[in-house]
Antibody
Framework: EVQLQESGPGLVKPSQSLSLTCSVT????????WGWIRKFPGNKMEWMGY???????SYNPSLKSRISITRDTSKNQFFLQLNSVTTEDTATYYC???????????WGQGVMVTVSS | DVVLTQTPSTLSATIGQSVSISCRSS???????????LYWYLQRPGQSPQLLIY???NLGSGVPNRFSGSGSGTDFTLKISGVEAEDLGVYYC?????????FGAGTKLELK
């Protein structure tokens, strides 16, 4: 069974970088696409971006200057880095598998990240 | 970006009642190849989102057939034929026809 698990600090200071890891078991990240989605307080959801089976990436233009998604295929992990965070980046961050039919079909449990000094 | 407007924002239902959620798009979600990339997700309290419906009307893996999706162009509907207690939570529509993918604001289904 495909399982995803996010990990990373729950508290980040403003202007610093947010770094999260998604560890995948039961499926190789060298197949399909792997994405990050976040849910803000109040329920708003935002698609952040994805990394493909080949390592190419696609990002939400609203984040393009601050976001980077990378991977380590040897560990079957992919990563999110979001630079210059503000309190507006406080959210629960999810990683998920993104199929060619463009559906997120397996999700991690999510990690809550608070940006605060 | 494409704006998805979900109505209602909150839905109160009794067990066994049939309900519908609307998702209207600011642009047609039909692409030039004839595909419509519209999805429905359910987020139960304390859980991550679950894929219910993909490509407008196809049931996700393990999803009960009391859920159904329909629609075309800019107007889409999720119907639950006989609400069960496990259906409570927040429902989201999502489009992936036009980059970037966008989500509706969510519809909270609660027990009356």
């Amino acid at each position: 069974e495909v399982q995803l698990q996010e990990s990373g600090p729950g508290l980040v200071k403003p202007s610093q970088s947010l770094s999260l890891t998604c560890s995948v078991t039961g499926y190789s990240i060298t197949s399909n696409y792997w994405g990050w989605i976040r849910k803000f307080p109040g329920n708003k959801m935002e698609w952040m971006g994805y990394i493909s089976y080949s390592g190419s990436t696609s990002y939400n233009p609203s984040l393009k200057s601050r976001i980077s998604i990378t991977r380590d295929t040897s560990k079957n992990q992919f990563f999110l880095q979001l630079n210059s965070v503000t309190t507006e980046d406080t959210a629960t961050y999810y990683c998920a598998r993104y199929r060619v039919i463009r559906a997120f079909d397996y999700w991690g449990q999510g990690v809550m990240v608070t940006v605060s000094s | 970006d494409v704006v998805l407007t979900q109505t209602p924002s909150t839905l109160s239902a009794t067990i066994g009642q049939s309900v519908s959620i609307s998702c209207r798009s600011s642009q047609s979600l039909l692409d030039s190849a004839g595909n419509t990339y519209l999805y429905w997700y359910l987020q139960r309290p304390g859980q991550s989102p679950q894929l219910l419906i993909y490509l407008v009307s196809n049931l996700g893996s393990g999803v009960p057939n009391r859920f159904s999706g329909s629609g075309s162009g800019t107007d889409f509907t999720l119907k639950i034929s006989g609400v069960e207690a496990e259906d409570l939570g927040v429902y989201y529509c999502m489009q992936a026809t036009h980059a970037p993918n966008t989500f509706g604001a969510g519809t909270k289904l609660e027990l009356k």
